[in-house]
């Protein structure tokens, strides 16, 4: 939604800023949500109190229809994998995203799959030799569900979903138990240890970009698929993955409101504090902003009706 000029800049003075998360605490949105609270507030206008209320349902859609119909000042977050839910799945997800208006994102959503070293899965072509392997999963329309989707009709991997987990921190319980051989999920809800330890093994890196810590020789999804059509299937089921992080408002929002959270949001994630809590906490900073999520939302939206239906048949099981 774009920004109309705005003569009056608005004041949060004496306001709470409420943030509604879409997923459970302990998982890659929750984390983000929490660094943008402790830092927002900063800049904006009257420096108000910020607030975070959790509230996970249907892979995220009960968040962002109670985002609907809030009142000023409330800002939403939830698996972006939503977005193209609603594009492919309208019956299903009957939310326009259009009417919604971006704060911007705080960073790409770098997605990886693993599996646990005791199966003894070394590498992308062991996956695909065995005859089964089984992952957890959340909810249809979600990220890591979306993923293994892929991996499923898009790859061929021989892959059973154990349903029911809450969340990507139930899952990482179900691994170290031996519930389930592995996951996909965000390269910074991983845990360091798993990492360094040699717990767990990547086979799939299903965003392009590499961060420190990630092995280089673990192949790209997209390089995988040779065929056009299945790489624009693949393009538009990841899209979420590149708009990650983001934060969005009811299309109602007062512009001059809008405008004053857009600023505040550009300047936080530019800003040294901010910066420096995320490499603590292992979080990665790749920002876009507001008005950008909304055009590339916006292009999602124009995708040609035979890669929707490839993408439906694929995701929507």
């Keep these: 939604m774009p920004v109309a000029a705005h003569a009056e800049t608005a004041s949060f003075g004496g306001k709470t800023v409420k943030i509604i998360v879409g997923m459970p605490p302990g998982g890659g949105v929750d984390s983000y949500a929490r660094l943008v609270q402790r830092h927002l507030g900063r800049f904006l206008p009257g ?137 996909c ?28 810590g990630m092995d280089r020789d673990v192949p790209f999804g997209g390089d995988l698929l040779v065929n056009d059509r299945d790489r624009k299937v693949y393009d538009f089921l990841t899209a979420p ?14 512009p001059n409101r809008l405008a004053a959270l857009r600023t505040a949001f550009d300047v936080m994630v530019a800003d040294a504090a901010f910066l420096a809590e995320a490499q603590r906490s292992g979080l990665t900073v790749t920002p876009m902003t507001g008005s950008a999520v909304d055009r590339e939302i916006a292009e999602l939206y124009a995708t040609p009706v035979g890669i929707l239906a490839r993408a439906r048949s694929i995701a929507g099981e």
């Excluded at 934060?247 to 007062?254: D, E, R």
């Design 185 to 212: 999920g965000g390269w910074t809800s991983i845990p360091e240890d798993w990492v360094r330890s040699n717990k767990i093994n990547i086979v799939l890196r299903l965003s392009p970009m590499l961060v420190a």
């Design 47 to 183: 420096s108000p109190g910020i607030v975070v209320q959790n509230m996970p349902g249907a892979g995220s859609l009960r968040s962002v229809t109670a985002l609907v119909n809030s009142p000023d000042d409330v800002v939403g977050t939830f698996s972006s994998s939503l977005l193209t839910e609603a594009i492919s799945m309208p019956e299903r997800v009957k939310i326009d995203f259009r009417n919604f208006a971006s704060i911007g994102n705080v960073s790409e959503d770098i997605r990886v799959c693993y599996t646990r070293s005791a199966l003894g899965v070394r590498g992308w072509s062991d996956l695909l030799a065995r005859e089964q392997v089984v992952f957890g999963a959340t909810a249809p329309g979600t990220s890591g569900n979306v993923d293994t989707a892929m991996l499923r009709n898009l790859f061929g991997v021989r892959l059973k979903q154990v349903q029911g987990y809450a969340g990507s921190a139930d899952k990482r319980l179900a691994l170290e138990k031996g519930e389930i051989d592995g996951d």
């Design 241 to 254: 993955a590149r708009l990650g992080r983001l934060f969005i408002m009811p299309g109602k929002v007062a």
